[in-house]
């Protein structure tokens, strides 16, 4: 990104202060000297007015103790012959003897600034603005830094106060396939107005809910008349790949598990997708597809369509490695249809709402001390889904936000007898990224938990471990054995939290390989003795992730704090859609 202005010690309103300084500058010197010191007072006038600051550095040098005034005219003097230090120790002087004046923060901000120090210009300026919140200079100052940082959402935070930046006019880079006119929707800003801050945020939702675009930034360059062009930097998805060695990647990445992944993205290029997978392990057979579209060519809402079609074998164990017991077995065959509908009309808010009607039917049934009759209930159930997304807190200065979520599913079976159940889970992330600039090192941390009401069929169940159909991962549980699912917990009730973080070891264009560490801890509870961890669990390792095309290739290693089993785990997925670059 382009600098947008050029700063002087403490930015373009420094000669302005000056010459304030000056013209009353005589009367502090009158109200604080004797008649013998006329002199000194009209030396110093005249070096200021005549910007001699050699000399006046030479005057001010040995006066001790000095004045906040007189400690701001010999900072000020340091700063234009370049002396950093010693200019940051005299404006770090007066400061302390007038702490409530905002103007030493300020110098102090412009000093680091000029080293291209910006972390600590930030910290200088955000205390001039403790001082007073509503200072035009600090907060067009900051926002400035924070730009030159390439953190666009702190730097709109503070721009947004004094009307910046103006857009000038947007562009695209590389142009996209998709129709204009519905990006146009997407982008929430337009050309000859002021970017605000939940314009842009609210054109990240928006162009999530499209689905073809899993990365991408959205960039401001400087003009020379103060305005700014936006660029729409992105990579994205269309038909098949964007050449067939991409496309035969993407159909092919499941491969190592038996699996395919036919897709197309942006069809007729109004981001119409088609995504499916079939897998034909003779273990945990199963066909999905799901087709979505911006609703009526409006990219604040977005319906999907699918089905999930399964022929599973489940051995429900006490462990996926070592000594096991063997709780239950049986076949589980289901078959769904559904649609969903979600709303990208908000910033903040982002909800959905569907239903499901499916049918399931167990067999090869041995019911062993995990398998009650209830959850074998067999035959049709209607289900309905209700969930909703807020970002209840963002520090975009941090690079820090807190977003929170509530999933609600109440179904009914016709069995005999028939059931109905409600599943209620919550769920809350923190994520952050440490330093100023790049990502380099990710933080991340998330709680869900989840309860169940009422008689659920097994299928229904929830499950903590990792396993290609589950997101409640524990990394040192592995949810398969054998092939066969149902050595990881069991159950209707969950507490679960993930923390890990990680650190860049490649980034390159569509390539980014990181490592860390992560720690995991859940406990799931049911009332049925085979059901169930009946303890916490704790699991820790290391994990490596890469990125290639939009999909992400996941390699972790975790170690069972209580009973010391070790997993190694493989897992590819295809990334989020939307996700900005930081």
């Given at each position: 990104?382009?600098?947008?202005?050029?700063?002087?010690?403490?930015?373009?309103?420094?000669?302005?202060?000056?010459?304030?300084?000056?013209?009353?500058?005589?009367?502090?010197?009158?109200?604080?000297?004797?008649?013998?010191?006329?002199?000194?007072?009209?030396?110093v006038?005249?070096?200021?007015?005549?910007?001699?600051?050699?000399?006046?550095?030479e005057?001010?040098?040995?006066?001790?103790?000095?004045?906040?005034?007189?400690?701001?005219?010999?900072?000020?003097?340091?700063?234009?012959?370049?002396?950093w230090?010693?200019?940051?120790?005299?404006?770090?002087?007066?400061?302390?003897?007038?702490?409530?004046?905002?103007q030493?923060?300020?110098?102090?901000?412009?000093?680091?600034?000029?080293?291209?120090?910006?972390?600590?210009?930030?910290?200088?300026?955000?205390?001039?603005?403790?001082?007073d919140?509503?200072?035009?200079?600090?907060?067009?100052?900051?926002?400035?830094?924070?730009?030159?940082?390439?953190?666009?959402?702190?730097?709109?935070?503070?721009?947004?106060r004094?009307?910046?930046?103006?857009?000038?006019?947007?562009?695209?880079?590389?142009?996209?396939?998709?129709?204009?006119?519905?990006?146009?929707?997407?982008i929430?800003?337009?050309?000859?107005?002021?970017?605000?801050?939940?314009?842009?945020?609210?054109?990240h939702?928006?162009?999530?809910?499209?689905?073809?675009?899993?990365?991408?930034?959205?960039?401001l360059?400087?003009?020379?008349?103060?305005?700014?062009?936006?660029?729409?930097?992105?990579?994205?998805?269309?038909?098949?790949?964007h050449?067939?060695?991409?496309?035969?990647?993407?159909?092919?990445?499941?491969l190592?598990?038996?699996?395919?992944?036919?897709?197309?993205?942006?069809?007729?290029?109004?981001?119409?997708?088609?995504?499916?997978?079939?897998?034909?392990?003779?273990?945990?057979?199963?066909?999905t597809?799901?087709?979505?579209?911006?609703?009526?060519?409006?990219?604040?809402?977005?319906?999907?369509?699918?089905?999930?079609?399964?022929?599973?074998?489940?051995?429900?164990q006490?462990?996926f490695?070592?000594?096991?017991?063997?709780?239950?077995?049986?076949?589980?065959?289901?078959?769904?249809?559904?649609?969903?509908?979600?709303?990208?009309?908000?910033?903040?808010?982002?909800?959905?709402?569907?239903?499901e009607?499916?049918h399931?039917?167990?067999?090869?049934?041995?019911?062993?001390?995990?398998?009650?009759?209830?959850?074998?209930?067999?035959?049709?159930?209607?289900?309905?889904?209700?969930?909703?997304?807020?970002?209840?807190?963002?520090a975009?200065?941090?690079?820090?936000?807190?977003?929170?979520?509530?999933?609600?599913?109440a179904?009914?079976?016709?069995?005999?007898?028939?059931?109905?159940?409600?599943?209620?889970?919550?769920?809350?992330?923190?994520?952050?990224?440490?330093?100023a600039?790049?990502?380099?090192?990710?933080?991340?941390?998330?709680?869900?938990?989840?309860?169940?009401?009422?008689?659920?069929?097994?299928?229904?169940?929830?499950?903590?471990?990792?396993?290609?159909?589950?997101?409640?991962?524990?990394?040192?549980?592995?949810?398969?054995?054998?092939g066969?699912?149902?050595?990881?917990p069991?159950?209707?009730?969950?507490?679960?939290?993930?923390?890990?973080?990680?650190?860049?070891?490649?980034?390159?264009?569509?390539?980014?390989?990181?490592?860390?560490?992560?720690?995991?801890?859940?406990?799931?509870?049911?009332?049925?003795?085979?059901?169930?961890?009946?303890?916490?669990?704790?699991?820790t390792?290391?994990?490596?992730?890469?990125?290639?095309?939009?999909?992400?290739?996941?390699?972790?290693?975790g170690k069972?704090?209580?009973?010391?089993?070790?997993?190694?785990?493989?897992?590819?997925?295809?990334l989020?859609?939307?996700?900005?670059?930081?």
């Amino acid at each position: 990104m382009e600098r947008h202005r050029k700063m002087d010690v403490a930015g373009p309103s420094r000669k302005r202060r000056t010459l304030i300084a000056f013209l009353f500058f005589p009367l502090y010197l009158a109200a604080q000297t004797s008649p013998s010191n006329a002199q000194f007072v009209e030396r110093v006038q005249q070096l200021v007015a005549q910007q001699r600051w050699q000399e006046l550095v030479e005057i001010l040098q040995p006066v001790h103790p000095r004045s906040a005034d007189l400690d701001f005219y010999y900072g000020t003097a340091l700063a234009k012959l370049g002396r950093w230090q010693e200019a940051h120790d005299a404006f770090e002087s007066g400061a302390w003897l007038k702490p409530q004046d905002k103007q030493f923060p300020l110098e102090l901000a412009g000093v680091e600034f000029k080293q291209k120090h910006y972390r600590q210009s930030a910290h200088y300026v955000r205390r001039a603005l403790r001082l007073d919140p509503h200072d035009s200079y600090g907060n067009d100052f900051l926002g400035t830094v924070y730009f030159l940082e390439g953190n666009l959402e702190a730097a709109l935070k503070y721009w947004n106060r004094v009307d910046k930046p103006r857009v000038a006019q947007i562009s695209t880079d590389p142009v996209p396939h998709l129709d204009p006119v519905l990006l146009d929707r997407a982008i929430a800003f337009a050309p000859a107005s002021t970017l605000r801050l939940p314009e842009l945020l609210l054109t990240h939702s928006r162009v999530h809910g499209l689905g073809i675009f899993p990365i991408y930034s959205v960039d401001l360059l400087a003009r020379e008349d103060g305005a700014f062009d936006v660029v729409f930097r992105n990579w994205e998805r269309n038909g098949w790949g964007h050449n067939y060695k991409e496309g035969l990647f993407l159909l092919l990445r499941g491969l190592p598990f038996q699996t395919i992944n036919p897709e197309l993205y942006n069809l007729k290029h109004e981001a119409i997708n088609f995504v499916s997978l079939f897998r034909w392990d003779a273990e945990k057979r199963r066909v999905t597809a799901q087709l979505s579209s911006p609703f009526e060519h409006n990219p604040k809402f977005n319906y999907q369509l699918f089905t999930d079609l399964r022929s599973e074998n489940w051995n429900i164990q006490t462990s996926f490695q070592g000594p096991t017991t063997l709780l239950g077995s049986l076949n589980l065959r289901r078959e769904a249809i559904g649609a969903n509908f979600t709303s990208f009309a908000s910033a903040r808010w982002r909800w959905s709402a569907g239903a499901e009607i499916s049918h399931r039917d167990f067999r090869s049934v041995i019911p062993g001390t995990a398998l009650t009759p209830i959850l074998l209930a067999k035959g049709y159930q209607l289900k309905q889904a209700a969930q909703v997304e807020v970002s209840l807190w963002r520090a975009p200065e941090r690079r820090m936000n807190l977003d929170a979520g509530a999933h609600s599913e109440a179904g009914r079976i016709w069995s005999q007898p028939s059931h109905s159940f409600e599943k209620l889970q919550g769920s809350a992330r923190f994520h952050w990224f440490p330093q100023a600039e790049n990502d380099d090192y990710e933080m991340q941390y998330q709680v869900r938990a989840g309860k169940t009401f009422g008689d659920v069929p097994f299928d229904e169940l929830f499950m903590l471990g990792l396993e290609r159909d589950n997101d409640l991962w524990m990394r040192a549980h592995i949810g398969t054995r054998d092939g066969r699912k149902g050595s990881a917990p069991l159950g209707r009730n969950y507490f679960l939290s993930n923390w890990e973080q990680d650190k860049n070891l490649i980034h390159k264009s569509l390539l980014t390989i990181k490592c860390g560490p992560f720690l995991d801890v859940g406990k799931i509870t049911d009332d049925v003795p085979g059901l169930g961890s009946h303890k916490w669990l704790w699991d820790t390792g290391a994990q490596v992730k890469a990125r290639l095309f939009g999909v992400q290739a996941v390699l972790s290693y975790g170690k069972d704090l209580r009973s010391g089993n070790n997993a190694f785990y493989v897992s590819v997925s295809m990334l989020k859609p939307g996700l900005p670059r930081f």
